[in-house]
């Protein structure tokens, strides 16, 4: 049995489930409900004297769980690249032989990234040495994943600045967006609805839609907009500034903070 010196520290390895040698040196020997009692008796009065334990303990937890996503995100980005830059459905905007690389993960019923089209579009218009690569990215309910459908199949007719063009009127359009209102906004346009209707139900527009959705995972992303930029997955809405600082950065070092 150990000694009485020693159950501090093993009461502070039973109370946050950390198993240590000497637990396992005494798995033999299990604890009777006395000295269980005892033990979890010096546990409550050891974090009731000394909370900061927890808190240093729940720290540490968390930079840990932040490094392991930001590591398995470099992986992924690595190992995506490719796909990530080259997809032959996705928008791209601005200038297609840029030297920086911008991508954004999006949702046409997305309200924070109907406020960053504007962002966009600034870096687009300030930055002529910008290529950004826009890709569906349904997450919002079936509406969603309608106009996606439609926005993918409209690839087949129009490339660059004019798929760009749609892009940003369905993206800026009033209310819902769906499949129906993405046609209006092809047909407005003047693209053949016909076609459009046709490929939209076609196998490669699925495919396209989800391999998005599984590059989306693999990168851990959770939610609409995401931006890509060099070796950084930018989250959300973050406004036109700190996007252009991180693009400066990778032109400058090839990493997204220098």
Do not use: W
Not at 113 to 124: N, T, Y
């Amino acid at each position: 049995m150990p000694s009485f010196r020693s159950l501090p520290v093993l009461a502070f390895a039973l109370g946050l489930g950390v198993a240590t040698p000497v637990l396992a040196q005494n798995a033999a020997a299990p604890f009777t409900d006395a000295q269980r009692s005892a033990i979890e008796g010096i546990i409550k009065d050891y974090l009731i004297k000394n909370p900061e334990v927890l808190q240093d303990a729940l720290a540490e937890a968390e930079k840990r769980q932040v490094e392991t996503q930001r590591l398995a995100q470099a992986a992924a980005l690595k190992e995506a690249r490719d796909l990530l830059t080259k997809g032959t459905h996705d928008v791209v905007a601005g200038n297609p032989a840029g030297d920086v690389t911008l991508i954004e993960f999006f949702d046409y019923n997305c309200g924070y990234c109907r406020k960053a089209l504007s962002d966009v579009q600034a870096l687009i218009k300030s930055d002529p040495k910008l290529r950004v690569v826009i890709k569906d990215f349904p997450v919002l309910g079936q509406d969603s994943v309608e106009a996606s459908e439609v926005a993918v199949a409209v690839a087949n007719q129009i490339k660059g600045d004019k798929l760009f063009e749609f892009h940003q009127k369905l993206l800026e359009s009033k209310g819902k967006v769906n499949g129906a209102k993405a046609l209006q906004v092809a047909k407005d346009m003047g693209l053949d609805t016909a076609k459009v209707q046709k490929d939209m139900t076609a196998p490669e527009v699925k495919a396209a839609i989800s391999e998005n959705r599984g590059l989306g995972d693999r990168l851990g992303l959770s939610g609409t907009p995401a931006f890509i930029v060099g070796d950084e997955v930018i989250p959300g809405a973050v406004g036109v500034e700190p996007m252009r600082k991180t693009i400066s950065d990778v032109r400058q070092c090839g990493h997204a903070s220098c």
